[in-house]
C-alpha cells in the first residue's frame, strides 16, 4: 500500500515537474533571443595604465580573421559604460552588424569608479588638460594592448568620439596617424593648438547646426561645463574642416553625399594620399549622437535625420579599401 501511496504522490507531481521544466526551457530560449535580437552583448573588461577599457567583440567574431577594430571615446563628465549603452549610442549593435571590434576607454577621473571624465584633447577638457593627462599616449596603449589580446587587422584602426571625446579623435589624428587609419568626430572640433600628421589621414566630422555646447560657429554654448575655466572658446565647425582640408592639401570642391530635411554631408576629394575630409550637419539634434535613440534627461532629442553610426562606419570603410 506503501508503495501505491508514493506512486500516486509522485504521479501528481509529474504534471508540475514538467510544467516548470517547459517554462524554464521557455524562459531560456527567450533570453537566447534576445541575446540573438542584441548580438552577443558581453563587455569585456581590461587595465590598461590603470584605466578601465570596455570590449565588446562582434557576434561571429572569428579569433583566426583580423578584425578592424574602433575606439570609442565618451564625452566630457562622462565614463566608459554610458559610451557603452546601446541605448545612447548604438556602437556595440554596430559591431554586430558590420563586425568590427568595440573598444570603449576611461578617460580621465579622480574618482575611483571612473565616473566624471575628461579626455586632454589639446586646449580641453578639464582635469585631463589641467594636469596634462598624455591621452595619446593611453590611446596607443590601449590598441597595442588590444592588438595583443585580439586578432586586430592593423591596417583598419579608427578612432571616433563624442563631445571631447570627439575631440580626442581629431587630436589622434594629428598626433597618431600611424596608428589610427582614420577618425571621425561627433559634436566635438579640433581643440589642438598645432597639428603635424605623419601623414594625410582621412577625417569625419558631424555637428549639429543647434549644440548648445560647442557652438557650431564657435564659441562654448550655455549647455557646457558649468565652470568656464575647464573648456575653451571651441572653434567653429567651418574652422574645423578648413583646417584638415589644408592639412591633407585636399584642392576638390565639395561635393554633397546626402542632401535631405534636416542634414547634408559633404566630401572634400583631392587631397594627398588619395584621403578625404567629410562634414555632415543636422538641423537638429543639440548636443547629441545622431540617430540615438535615448538622451540625457532635459537635453534635446537627438536628430534621426541622419544615423551617425552609419556615416561614420561608411566613412571607415571606404578609407580602408
Known amino acids: 500500500m506503501r508503495g501505491l501511496a508514493l506512486a500516486v504522490v509522485l504521479f501528481a507531481l509529474l504534471p508540475t515537474a514538467q510544467a516548470e521544466g517547459t517554462l524554464r526551457a521557455r524562459i531560456k530560449a527567450r533570453i537566447e533571443e534576445r541575446r540573438a535580437d542584441k548580438g552577443s552583448g558581453a563587455l569585456h573588461e581590461l587595465q ?29 563628465g562622462g565614463h ?26 576611461n578617460g580621465y577621473s579622480k574618482l575611483p569608479g571612473g565616473k566624471f571624465a575628461t579626455w586632454n584633447a589639446g586646449g580641453c577638457c578639464g582635469d585631463a588638460r589641467d594636469r596634462k593627462v598624455d591621452d595619446v599616449a593611453f590611446a596607443r596603449a590601449v590598441v597595442k594592448a588590444l592588438q595583443a589580446r585580439y586578432n586586430i587587422d592593423a591596417a583598419r584602426v579608427f578612432a571616433t568620439g563624442m563631445s571631447n571625446g570627439g575631440m580626442l579623435s581629431h587630436r589622434l589624428a594629428c598626433e597618431a596617424a600611424d596608428v589610427f587609419r582614420a577618425v571621425a568626430s561627433v559634436a566635438g572640433t579640433d581643440a589642438t593648438a598645432s597639428c603635424t600628421p605623419s601623414r594625410p589621414i582621412p577625417v569625419l566630422h558631424i555637428h549639429a547646426r543647434d549644440d548648445d555646447h560647442v557652438l557650431f560657429d564657435g564659441g562654448a554654448g550655455a549647455g557646457a561645463f558649468r565652470d568656464e575655466g575647464k573648456v575653451m572658446s571651441f572653434i567653429s565647425v567651418p574652422e574645423t574642416v578648413s583646417r584638415w582640408v589644408q592639412r591633407d592639401h585636399c584642392t576638390a570642391a565639395p561635393q554633397r553625399t546626402l542632401d535631405k530635411a534636416g542634414a547634408y554631408c559633404e566630401v572634400h576629394t583631392g587631397c594627398s594620399g588619395g584621403v578625404a575630409v567629410q562634414l555632415c550637419v543636422t538641423e537638429t539634434g543639440g548636443h547629441s549622437w545622431p540617430g540615438a535613440q535615448n538622451v540625457r534627461r532635459g ?13 561614420i562606419w561608411r566613412f571607415f570603410e571606404q578609407t580602408a579599401r
Open 48 to 76: 590598461v595604465q590603470d584605466r578601465k577599457v570596455l570590449v565588446h567583440l562582434p557576434a561571429g567574431y572569428d579569433a583566426a580573421k583580423p578584425a578592424p577594430l574602433v575606439l570609442a571615446f565618451h564625452g566630457g
Open 80 to 105: 566608459a559604460e554610458y559610451m557603452a549603452d546601446d541605448g545612447k549610442y548604438g556602437l556595440q549593435k554596430k559591431a554586430d552588424e558590420a563586425g568590427f571590434v568595440v573598444a570603449f576607454p
Open 299 to 311: 537635453k534635446e532629442a537627438a536628430s534621426q535625420a541622419l544615423d551617425a553610426n552609419d556615416a
